[in-house]
């Protein structure tokens, strides 16, 4: 299971990590690499099978590769379910579409005259669900982009209320400082 402490942090928050090949209409994410949200309002990536974290995201990916290895010989159902959900298919899977798209547009305008009324239709219906695809992706990129934002802003958050309540605690630990030079 994901860590839910790191160095005495309480997890408050646990996403999918963004990939890096991530981008705007593309929101490509690691089931498996989690972005961890600190009670302190700091970031670390964790694992989603255990409690090993990092700085580092792409120290995760390696890190993987244990849990692949051990679960094998003993429970071949959980094995498959490990390897479909398995990083890689997934990126190249959200990769696609939009590639797709962009090799069908450039032959599509290049021979209009040569084409009969059944091609005009079907390039008609191709530039629609590509207008449609582009919507889509515009959507998408605007979600990515809000959830990015309330990200940011709750990580704000939780370092504005860690830093009240550390300052409380240092304040009462004065007091008490004081207290005990009295009582000496
Ligand atoms: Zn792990």
Do not use: F
Request: a positive charge; hydrophobic letters at 35%; aromatic letters at 2%.
């Amino acid at each position: 299971m994901t860590a839910t402490h790191v160095n005495g942090l309480a997890v408050v928050e646990d996403q999918p990590a963004r990939s890096g090949i991530s981008r705007p209409g593309v929101n490509v994410v690691l089931e498996q690499t989690r972005h961890l949200l600190l009670a302190d309002g700091s970031e670390v990536y964790g694992c989603l099978h255990c409690n090993y974290t990092s700085e580092n995201k792409h120290s995760i990916r390696p890190h993987l590769k244990k849990h692949k290895n051990r679960a094998e010989p003993r429970n071949p159902v959980k094995r498959r379910s490990s390897v479909t959900a398995a990083e890689p298919p997934n990126h190249r899977e959200a990769a696609r579409p939009p590639r797709r798209a962009s090799e069908t547009s450039g032959p599509a305008a290049r021979d209009l005259a040569s084409l009969n009324l059944g091609q005009l239709v079907e390039r008609a219906q191709l530039a629609e669900r590509m207008r449609s695809q582009r919507d889509t992706a515009r959507t998408e990129a605007a979600a990515a982009r809000r959830t990015a934002e309330n990200w940011k802003e709750k990580a704000a958050d939780y370092r504005k209320q860690w830093l009240e309540a550390k300052n409380r605690a240092e304040r009462a630990e004065k007091r008490l400082a004081a207290l005990r030079a009295l009582l000496r």
